[in-house]
């Protein structure tokens, strides 16, 4: 007997533009748009969907993505779940679209939200998220800085090497009160850091994320810094943490780096059991992206799911944001 037209699944995969608010700079170059891959799998009356972001640094295309995407379009019609999925995929943003679909899917076609099937305790709750300061002169991002203190009591600030101090100093001054983590993206040497962190402490500086580039880790080893690390370029999945003790304080947590939710949730437990601190991040993208990090982010010590805010226009229905302040996913968005 055929089956069904209702049952049949069909995945398809589009890239999506989204326009950045100005620019967003960082140590390794700037960009002007957002480019994100949405994968939608179907059965008739449910739909589920999710977004990554391919990122070059990690030898990644908008193209490649695709395509490898739409290389498992019949085994996502033949039933494939997400373990088959992880067998099937590496880590990466690829994966991480369809295995945030699947888990869409799944909660539609149960009527049960997300967080029960993840086996979360509780609903989540609103998260207060960092707000990213591109880096930029020192008075460029002082003037951000001031700009939007009022709403955001976090900032998580873009640092490239030489100019740092001034950067922070400036940031500080324009906003006292406010919290500040700094994010060099590889782009210091074990000179620059040794140099940075007593000062960037006297700042009240809480966390230096990813000071030297991905593969110089142990240079890290031994090092006294006054200011806690964190890692986000070398810290992928589960299997990159245990390396990683010693060497770092904090882990960031980012879904595309993970390959979606199911390793996310997996290497958040990891990390807490380990006795990592914990920033679930994100790259530059829509709420559709956002929404599964939410569950990933209850509780950490770090929030950094700001990417729509940075955007000039995000998708409807997105997530609510008041401020700093942002409300878990409505099932029309995802979950």
Not at 13 to 30: D, K, M, T, Y
Request: glycine fraction near 10%; hydrophobic fraction near 45%; charge should be negative.
């Amino acid at each position: 007997m055929p089956t069904p037209v209702s049952s049949v699944r069909r995945l398809t995969v589009r890239c999506e533009r989204f326009l950045i608010r100005g620019a967003f700079r960082i140590s390794r170059g700037a960009k002007t748009e957002a480019a994100v891959v949405v994968a939608e799998v179907t059965d008739g009356p449910h739909r589920g969907w999710g977004e990554c972001v391919p990122y070059a640094r990690y030898g990644e295309s908008v193209e490649g993505v695709i395509s490898a995407l739409e290389g498992l379009a019949e085994a996502v019609a033949l039933g494939m779940d997400r373990a088959g999925l992880a067998a099937a995929l590496p880590p990466g943003a690829a994966r991480n679209a369809l295995d945030c679909a699947l888990w869409d899917l799944e909660a539609k076609q149960s009527g049960a939200p997300v967080w029960r099937a993840a086996g979360l305790a509780v609903a989540p709750g609103p998260l207060t998220t960092c707000y990213t300061l591109s880096v930029d002169e020192p008075a460029a991002m002082a003037a951000a800085a001031r700009e939007r203190a009022a709403r955001h009591p976090l900032f998580k600030m873009k640092l490239t090497g030489a100019g740092d101090l001034e950067r922070v100093a400036a940031v500080r001054a324009a906003a006292p009160a406010a919290r500040l983590v700094v994010d060099a993206n590889e782009g210091w040497t074990l000179e620059q850091l040794h140099q940075f962190g007593p000062a960037l402490a006297a700042l009240g500086v809480e966390m230096i994320e990813q000071p030297l580039p991905a593969g110089q880790d142990e240079a890290l080893r031994g090092v006294r810094c006054p200011v806690p690390l964190g890692a986000d370029e070398s810290c992928h999945g589960v299997e990159s943490l245990e390396g990683l003790r010693g060497l770092y304080q904090v882990v960031n947590i980012k879904l595309d780096k993970t390959g979606g939710l199911t390793e996310a949730l997996a290497m958040r437990r990891a990390a807490d059991a380990l006795g990592f601190d914990v920033m679930v991040g994100c790259m530059v993208a829509t709420s559709l992206a956002m929404a599964p990090a939410m569950l990933v982010g209850q509780g950490a010590r770090y929030v950094d799911l700001d990417g729509p805010l940075l955007l000039a226009e995000d998708r409807a229905p997105g997530l609510s944001y008041n401020g700093a302040v942002v409300q878990p996913p409505a099932p029309e968005l995802w979950g």
